[in-house]
Protein backbone atom coordinates (compact mmCIF):
# COMPACT_ATOMS: atom_id res chain seq x y z
CA UNK A 1 0.00 0.00 0.00
CA UNK A 2 1.12 3.53 -1.05
CA UNK A 3 0.36 6.19 1.10
CA UNK A 4 -0.03 9.90 -0.08
CA UNK A 5 2.54 12.38 1.66
CA UNK A 6 1.93 15.70 1.24
CA UNK A 7 4.65 18.40 0.80
CA UNK A 8 5.66 20.30 3.59
CA UNK A 9 4.85 23.43 3.34
CA UNK A 10 8.07 25.83 4.21
CA UNK A 11 6.65 29.50 3.59
CA UNK A 12 6.12 29.53 7.06
CA UNK A 13 10.36 28.19 8.43
CA UNK A 14 11.29 29.78 5.56
CA UNK A 15 9.75 33.21 6.62
CA UNK A 16 10.96 32.24 10.52
CA UNK A 17 14.51 31.66 9.06
CA UNK A 18 14.51 34.91 6.99
CA UNK A 19 12.94 37.19 9.57
CA UNK A 20 16.26 37.74 11.49
CA UNK A 21 17.87 38.43 7.97
CA UNK A 22 15.25 41.20 7.16
CA UNK A 23 15.62 42.94 10.63
CA UNK A 24 19.36 42.87 10.58
CA UNK A 25 19.04 43.81 7.00
CA UNK A 26 16.53 46.78 7.82
CA UNK A 27 18.94 48.17 10.68
CA UNK A 28 21.48 48.05 8.57
CA UNK A 29 19.83 50.27 5.40
CA UNK A 30 18.14 52.74 8.73
CA UNK A 31 21.51 53.58 9.79
CA UNK A 32 23.05 54.04 6.29
CA UNK A 33 20.14 56.42 5.62
CA UNK A 34 22.20 58.98 7.84
CA UNK A 35 25.29 61.14 6.85
CA UNK A 36 28.22 58.92 7.74
CA UNK A 37 28.78 62.31 10.23
CA UNK A 38 25.35 61.03 12.20
CA UNK A 39 26.33 57.45 12.46
CA UNK A 40 29.28 57.52 14.72
CA UNK A 41 27.20 60.50 16.56
CA UNK A 42 24.31 58.31 17.28
CA UNK A 43 25.70 54.97 17.31
CA UNK A 44 27.29 56.82 20.63
CA UNK A 45 24.29 58.24 21.68
CA UNK A 46 22.28 54.79 21.53
CA UNK A 47 25.68 53.00 23.37
CA UNK A 48 25.42 55.49 26.42
CA UNK A 49 22.03 55.41 26.76
CA UNK A 50 22.06 51.75 26.67
CA UNK A 51 25.05 51.63 29.85
CA UNK A 52 23.24 54.56 31.47
CA UNK A 53 19.74 52.70 31.47
CA UNK A 54 18.14 56.10 31.19
CA UNK A 55 14.81 56.92 30.69
CA UNK A 56 14.93 59.92 27.59
CA UNK A 57 13.11 62.52 29.31
CA UNK A 58 14.88 64.82 26.85
CA UNK A 59 11.97 66.02 25.12
CA UNK A 60 9.56 66.46 27.82
CA UNK A 61 12.17 68.64 29.63
CA UNK A 62 12.68 70.92 26.32
CA UNK A 63 8.81 71.17 26.15
CA UNK A 64 8.75 72.76 29.76
CA UNK A 65 11.90 74.77 28.74
CA UNK A 66 9.74 75.45 26.05
CA UNK A 67 6.62 76.86 27.96
CA UNK A 68 8.77 78.74 30.17
CA UNK A 69 9.74 80.91 27.29
CA UNK A 70 13.93 79.65 27.01
CA UNK A 71 15.22 79.88 23.80
CA UNK A 72 15.57 76.87 22.27
CA UNK A 73 17.95 75.44 19.45
CA UNK A 74 15.74 74.24 16.83
CA UNK A 75 16.25 74.57 13.19
CA UNK A 76 15.08 77.20 11.41
CA UNK A 77 14.93 76.95 7.55
CA UNK A 78 16.06 78.74 5.11
CA UNK A 79 13.18 81.60 3.88
CA UNK A 80 11.95 80.87 0.50
CA UNK A 81 13.09 83.96 -2.02
CA UNK A 82 9.58 85.65 -2.07
CA UNK A 83 10.02 86.27 1.25
CA UNK A 84 12.90 88.37 1.00
CA UNK A 85 12.96 90.27 -1.70
CA UNK A 86 13.32 93.98 -1.19
CA UNK A 87 10.96 96.60 -3.09
CA UNK A 88 12.61 98.03 -5.80
CA UNK A 89 11.71 100.88 -8.11
CA UNK A 90 10.63 100.40 -11.35
CA UNK A 91 12.61 103.42 -13.34
CA UNK A 92 11.09 104.96 -16.29
CA UNK A 93 12.77 107.35 -18.51
CA UNK A 94 12.74 108.61 -22.16
CA UNK A 95 14.82 106.34 -24.20
CA UNK A 96 14.89 107.87 -27.52
CA UNK A 97 15.93 111.22 -25.61
CA UNK A 98 18.73 109.84 -23.48
CA UNK A 99 20.13 108.03 -26.87
CA UNK A 100 20.02 111.22 -29.04
CA UNK A 101 21.62 113.03 -25.88
CA UNK A 102 24.53 111.22 -24.58
CA UNK A 103 27.51 109.53 -26.80
CA UNK A 104 28.11 106.24 -24.23
CA UNK A 105 27.65 103.35 -26.97
CA UNK A 106 28.35 100.48 -24.31
CA UNK A 107 25.74 102.31 -21.68
CA UNK A 108 23.22 102.59 -24.70
CA UNK A 109 23.94 99.09 -25.39
CA UNK A 110 23.77 97.65 -21.82
CA UNK A 111 20.46 99.30 -21.47
CA UNK A 112 18.97 98.15 -24.80
CA UNK A 113 20.00 94.70 -23.84
CA UNK A 114 18.35 94.90 -20.43
CA UNK A 115 14.60 96.37 -22.18
CA UNK A 116 14.57 93.29 -24.71
CA UNK A 117 12.35 90.64 -23.92
CA UNK A 118 15.06 88.54 -22.41
CA UNK A 119 16.65 91.10 -20.16
CA UNK A 120 13.70 91.93 -18.51
CA UNK A 121 13.72 88.54 -16.81
CA UNK A 122 16.84 87.57 -16.06
CA UNK A 123 17.79 84.58 -13.60
CA UNK A 124 20.10 85.94 -10.34
CA UNK A 125 23.44 85.87 -11.89
CA UNK A 126 22.03 87.37 -14.86
CA UNK A 127 20.21 90.34 -13.28
CA UNK A 128 23.55 91.04 -10.92
CA UNK A 129 25.90 90.97 -13.53
CA UNK A 130 23.58 93.61 -14.91
CA UNK A 131 23.60 95.76 -12.21
CA UNK A 132 27.45 95.58 -11.93
CA UNK A 133 27.56 96.64 -15.37
CA UNK A 134 25.67 99.57 -14.91
CA UNK A 135 27.46 100.72 -11.85
CA UNK A 136 30.40 100.51 -13.85
CA UNK A 137 30.01 102.18 -16.77
CA UNK A 138 27.62 104.61 -15.44
CA UNK A 139 31.16 105.78 -13.80
CA UNK A 140 32.98 105.57 -17.76
CA UNK A 141 30.57 107.92 -18.81
CA UNK A 142 30.23 110.21 -15.73
CA UNK A 143 31.73 113.40 -17.62
CA UNK A 144 29.30 112.58 -20.07
CA UNK A 145 25.98 112.04 -18.03
CA UNK A 146 26.65 114.70 -15.89
CA UNK A 147 25.78 116.79 -19.07
CA UNK A 148 22.52 115.12 -19.22
CA UNK A 149 19.40 117.07 -18.38
CA UNK A 150 18.07 116.35 -14.88
CA UNK A 151 14.86 114.74 -16.26
CA UNK A 152 17.34 112.07 -18.07
CA UNK A 153 20.05 111.67 -15.34
CA UNK A 154 17.99 111.59 -11.75
CA UNK A 155 16.18 108.39 -12.88
CA UNK A 156 19.71 106.49 -13.55
CA UNK A 157 20.70 108.29 -10.51
CA UNK A 158 17.78 107.01 -8.97
CA UNK A 159 18.62 103.24 -10.30
CA UNK A 160 22.34 103.25 -8.72
CA UNK A 161 20.84 104.09 -5.38
CA UNK A 162 18.99 100.77 -5.27
CA UNK A 163 22.65 98.91 -5.77
CA UNK A 164 22.70 97.90 -2.27
CA UNK A 165 18.86 95.60 -2.63
CA UNK A 166 19.36 94.42 -5.87
CA UNK A 167 22.40 92.92 -4.77
CA UNK A 168 20.54 91.54 -1.86
CA UNK A 169 17.51 90.51 -3.92
CA UNK A 170 19.85 88.26 -6.55
CA UNK A 171 22.03 86.95 -3.73
CA UNK A 172 20.48 86.26 -0.03
CA UNK A 173 17.03 86.85 -1.08
CA UNK A 174 17.57 84.62 -4.65
CA UNK A 175 17.30 81.40 -6.04
CA UNK A 176 21.42 80.21 -5.49
CA UNK A 177 21.39 81.21 -1.95
CA UNK A 178 17.80 79.76 -1.22
CA UNK A 179 19.22 76.36 -3.20
CA UNK A 180 22.63 76.65 -0.84
CA UNK A 181 21.25 76.79 2.23
CA UNK A 182 17.96 74.10 2.21
CA UNK A 183 18.38 71.84 4.42
CA UNK A 184 17.07 68.73 2.34
CA UNK A 185 18.83 66.36 5.11
CA UNK A 186 21.28 65.25 2.56
CA UNK A 187 22.16 61.80 3.06
CA UNK A 188 25.76 61.94 1.19
CA UNK A 189 28.70 62.15 3.12
CA UNK A 190 29.67 65.60 4.59
CA UNK A 191 32.46 67.25 1.51
CA UNK A 192 34.67 69.74 3.22
CA UNK A 193 36.00 70.65 -0.06
CA UNK A 194 32.49 71.59 -1.75
CA UNK A 195 32.07 73.99 1.22
CA UNK A 196 35.51 75.43 0.59
CA UNK A 197 34.91 75.73 -3.18
CA UNK A 198 30.94 77.34 -2.38
CA UNK A 199 32.77 79.67 0.16
CA UNK A 200 35.94 80.88 -2.57
CA UNK A 201 32.70 81.50 -5.06
CA UNK A 202 30.79 83.58 -2.70
CA UNK A 203 34.06 85.75 -1.82
CA UNK A 204 34.51 86.12 -5.48
CA UNK A 205 30.96 87.76 -6.19
CA UNK A 206 31.26 89.84 -2.61
CA UNK A 207 34.41 91.15 -4.00
CA UNK A 208 32.63 92.47 -6.76
CA UNK A 209 29.66 93.78 -5.77
CA UNK A 210 32.29 96.08 -2.93
CA UNK A 211 34.44 96.70 -5.83
CA UNK A 212 35.02 100.16 -6.57
CA UNK A 213 33.34 101.56 -10.04
CA UNK A 214 36.59 102.41 -11.86
CA UNK A 215 38.19 98.30 -10.70
CA UNK A 216 38.14 96.50 -13.08
CA UNK A 217 36.06 92.63 -13.12
CA UNK A 218 36.15 89.85 -14.14
CA UNK A 219 32.33 89.26 -15.29
CA UNK A 220 32.72 85.47 -16.66
CA UNK A 221 34.44 84.63 -13.32
CA UNK A 222 31.21 86.01 -11.37
CA UNK A 223 29.18 83.90 -13.37
CA UNK A 224 31.23 81.41 -13.33
CA UNK A 225 30.85 81.64 -9.53
CA UNK A 226 26.99 81.52 -9.38
CA UNK A 227 27.36 78.08 -11.59
CA UNK A 228 29.57 76.48 -8.41
CA UNK A 229 27.40 77.74 -6.08
CA UNK A 230 24.28 76.05 -7.92
CA UNK A 231 26.59 72.59 -8.56
CA UNK A 232 27.30 72.39 -4.65
CA UNK A 233 23.33 73.46 -3.67
CA UNK A 234 22.68 72.31 -0.78
CA UNK A 235 26.48 72.08 0.68
CA UNK A 236 25.95 74.85 3.31
CA UNK A 237 22.20 73.82 3.91
CA UNK A 238 23.65 70.27 5.17
CA UNK A 239 26.44 71.53 7.38
CA UNK A 240 24.09 73.42 9.27
CA UNK A 241 21.57 70.44 9.32
CA UNK A 242 24.74 68.33 10.73
CA UNK A 243 26.01 70.68 13.21
CA UNK A 244 22.22 71.25 14.86
CA UNK A 245 21.96 67.69 15.10
CA UNK A 246 25.62 67.16 16.58
CA UNK A 247 25.13 69.79 19.27
CA UNK A 248 21.36 68.61 20.20
CA UNK A 249 22.66 64.70 20.60
CA UNK A 250 25.87 66.39 22.79
CA UNK A 251 22.94 68.31 24.88
CA UNK A 252 21.02 65.20 25.36
CA UNK A 253 23.92 62.76 26.34
CA UNK A 254 24.91 65.90 28.49
CA UNK A 255 22.06 65.35 29.99
CA UNK A 256 21.70 61.59 30.72
CA UNK A 257 25.56 61.60 32.35
CA UNK A 258 24.33 64.85 34.93
CA UNK A 259 21.26 62.23 35.91
CA UNK A 260 23.68 59.19 36.54
CA UNK A 261 27.19 60.41 37.17
CA UNK A 262 26.54 60.29 41.08
CA UNK A 263 24.61 56.70 41.40
CA UNK A 264 27.45 55.29 38.64
CA UNK A 265 29.94 54.95 41.71
CA UNK A 266 28.49 56.14 44.83
CA UNK A 267 31.34 54.86 46.86
CA UNK A 268 33.95 56.59 44.78
CA UNK A 269 35.03 53.05 43.91
CA UNK A 270 35.49 51.94 40.20
CA UNK A 271 32.87 50.04 39.02
CA UNK A 272 32.18 47.61 35.71
CA UNK A 273 29.65 49.82 34.56
CA UNK A 274 32.28 53.13 34.83
CA UNK A 275 35.05 50.99 33.07
CA UNK A 276 32.33 50.23 30.03
CA UNK A 277 31.49 53.67 29.65
CA UNK A 278 34.78 54.96 29.69
CA UNK A 279 35.73 52.63 26.97
CA UNK A 280 32.88 53.87 25.13
CA UNK A 281 34.09 57.46 25.08
CA UNK A 282 37.54 56.34 24.17
CA UNK A 283 36.55 53.95 21.81
CA UNK A 284 33.56 55.36 19.46
CA UNK A 285 33.52 59.49 21.06
CA UNK A 286 37.37 60.12 20.93
CA UNK A 287 38.46 57.93 17.55
CA UNK A 288 35.71 59.31 15.59
CA UNK A 289 32.85 61.57 16.65
CA UNK A 290 35.54 64.49 17.85
CA UNK A 291 37.43 64.28 14.84
CA UNK A 292 34.22 64.85 12.92
CA UNK A 293 32.83 67.41 15.10
CA UNK A 294 36.46 69.27 14.50
CA UNK A 295 35.70 69.32 10.95
CA UNK A 296 32.30 70.72 11.25
CA UNK A 297 33.33 73.55 13.27
CA UNK A 298 36.25 74.13 11.35
CA UNK A 299 34.13 74.22 8.12
CA UNK A 300 31.36 76.35 9.61
CA UNK A 301 34.11 78.85 10.82
CA UNK A 302 35.08 79.22 7.43
CA UNK A 303 31.94 79.86 6.01
CA UNK A 304 30.93 82.21 8.84
CA UNK A 305 33.57 84.31 8.15
CA UNK A 306 33.09 85.42 4.53
CA UNK A 307 28.98 85.64 5.09
CA UNK A 308 29.60 88.23 7.92
CA UNK A 309 31.12 90.22 5.41
CA UNK A 310 27.79 90.87 3.71
CA UNK A 311 26.34 92.39 7.06
CA UNK A 312 26.34 95.85 4.74
CA UNK A 313 23.73 94.02 2.86
CA UNK A 314 21.58 92.79 5.61
CA UNK A 315 18.36 94.19 6.09
CA UNK A 316 19.11 95.95 10.06
CA UNK A 317 15.66 94.85 11.61
CA UNK A 318 12.43 93.65 10.65
CA UNK A 319 10.06 96.37 11.44
CA UNK A 320 5.91 96.00 10.70
CA UNK A 321 6.26 97.11 7.37
CA UNK A 322 9.29 94.41 7.14
CA UNK A 323 7.39 91.63 8.19
CA UNK A 324 8.45 89.09 5.87
CA UNK A 325 12.26 89.08 7.24
CA UNK A 326 11.61 87.88 10.78
CA UNK A 327 12.11 84.42 9.77
CA UNK A 328 15.32 85.05 7.78
CA UNK A 329 16.27 87.60 11.29
CA UNK A 330 15.20 84.14 13.34
CA UNK A 331 17.53 82.30 10.80
CA UNK A 332 20.69 84.54 10.92
CA UNK A 333 20.61 84.66 14.95
CA UNK A 334 20.22 81.18 15.19
CA UNK A 335 22.94 79.81 12.44
CA UNK A 336 25.52 83.10 12.64
CA UNK A 337 24.85 84.78 15.89
CA UNK A 338 24.60 88.03 17.08
CA UNK A 339 26.55 90.22 14.47
CA UNK A 340 28.75 93.43 15.52
CA UNK A 341 29.01 95.03 12.46
CA UNK A 342 31.60 97.55 13.68
CA UNK A 343 33.90 94.80 14.32
CA UNK A 344 33.57 91.39 13.51
CA UNK A 345 35.08 89.07 15.74
CA UNK A 346 36.21 85.54 14.86
CA UNK A 347 37.04 83.74 17.30
CA UNK A 348 39.43 80.41 17.09
CA UNK A 349 37.54 79.04 20.45
CA UNK A 350 34.74 78.77 17.81
CA UNK A 351 36.78 75.84 16.29
CA UNK A 352 37.26 72.09 17.82
CA UNK A 353 40.55 71.21 17.63
CA UNK A 354 41.03 67.03 18.34
CA UNK A 355 44.19 67.98 19.98
CA UNK A 356 42.54 70.57 23.27
CA UNK A 357 39.85 68.00 23.84
CA UNK A 358 41.93 65.90 25.97
CA UNK A 359 40.24 66.17 28.76
CA UNK A 360 43.00 68.33 30.67
CA UNK A 361 41.36 70.54 33.38
CA UNK A 362 39.59 73.66 32.24
CA UNK A 363 37.43 76.15 33.99
CA UNK A 364 33.25 75.94 32.56
CA UNK A 365 30.80 75.67 34.78
CA UNK A 366 28.62 72.34 33.82
CA UNK A 367 25.28 74.34 35.16
CA UNK A 368 26.26 77.47 32.72
CA UNK A 369 22.68 77.25 30.21
CA UNK A 370 24.41 77.00 26.50
CA UNK A 371 21.23 77.96 24.49
CA UNK A 372 22.07 81.53 23.64
CA UNK A 373 20.76 81.59 19.78
CA UNK A 374 23.09 84.83 19.87
CA UNK A 375 26.21 82.56 20.18
CA UNK A 376 25.87 80.82 16.62
CA UNK A 377 25.82 77.22 15.54
CA UNK A 378 29.54 76.76 15.86
CA UNK A 379 29.83 78.69 19.55
CA UNK A 380 27.22 76.15 20.53
CA UNK A 381 28.40 72.94 19.85
CA UNK A 382 31.47 74.40 21.42
CA UNK A 383 30.16 74.90 24.65
CA UNK A 384 28.00 71.62 24.64
CA UNK A 385 31.34 69.74 23.93
CA UNK A 386 33.26 71.19 26.77
CA UNK A 387 30.14 70.33 28.83
CA UNK A 388 30.91 67.46 27.95
CA UNK A 389 34.52 67.10 28.45
CA UNK A 390 33.80 68.85 32.03
CA UNK A 391 31.25 66.30 32.75
CA UNK A 392 33.63 63.67 32.28
CA UNK A 393 36.44 64.92 34.02
CA UNK A 394 34.36 65.07 37.28
CA UNK A 395 32.86 61.16 36.70
CA UNK A 396 36.61 60.37 36.40
CA UNK A 397 37.44 61.74 39.93
CA UNK A 398 33.99 60.28 41.18
CA UNK A 399 35.15 56.93 40.01
CA UNK A 400 39.17 56.93 39.83
CA UNK A 401 39.62 56.45 36.38
CA UNK A 402 42.15 58.40 34.10
CA UNK A 403 40.73 59.33 30.97
CA UNK A 404 42.51 59.56 27.93
CA UNK A 405 41.92 59.63 24.01
CA UNK A 406 43.25 56.14 22.42
CA UNK A 407 46.30 57.21 20.38
CA UNK A 408 45.50 57.17 16.71
Not at 78 to 87: D, F, G, I, V
Not at 243 to 252: G, N, V, Y
Not at 325 to 331: A, D, I, P, V
Not at 336 to 360: Q, R, S
Request: glycine share 4%.
Amino acid sequence: MVFYKPPINMGGMSALIKLPFIIALLSLVSCQSEAPELISLLDYQARMKRLLEVDDDFNSRTNIKKEQGEALLIGVDYPEPRQLKRPVKNISIGWLDFFASIDCPSLQALIGQRNTPAGKHPDDATALLYELQLKQLWHQCSIKMNQLPDQLRSPLENKLKQFDREVWNRTWAGYYWQKLFSNNRNRQAFNKTSVSKVVMAIRQIRQAVQAKPEQTINYANIYSAFKIIEKHQGALGQLIFLLTEHQQTMERINHWLEQKMTSICPQNITTTQAKYLVGVLQKFYFTSVQRQQSELTESFQQVKQELLQWSMFFPKKPTSNKANFEQWHRWQQWSLGEINVKKLDFKKADILKPDTLKLDPIKLDPKNTIRNNNKGLASRLVSTVKQHVTIWQTFGKQCQLTIRPMSR
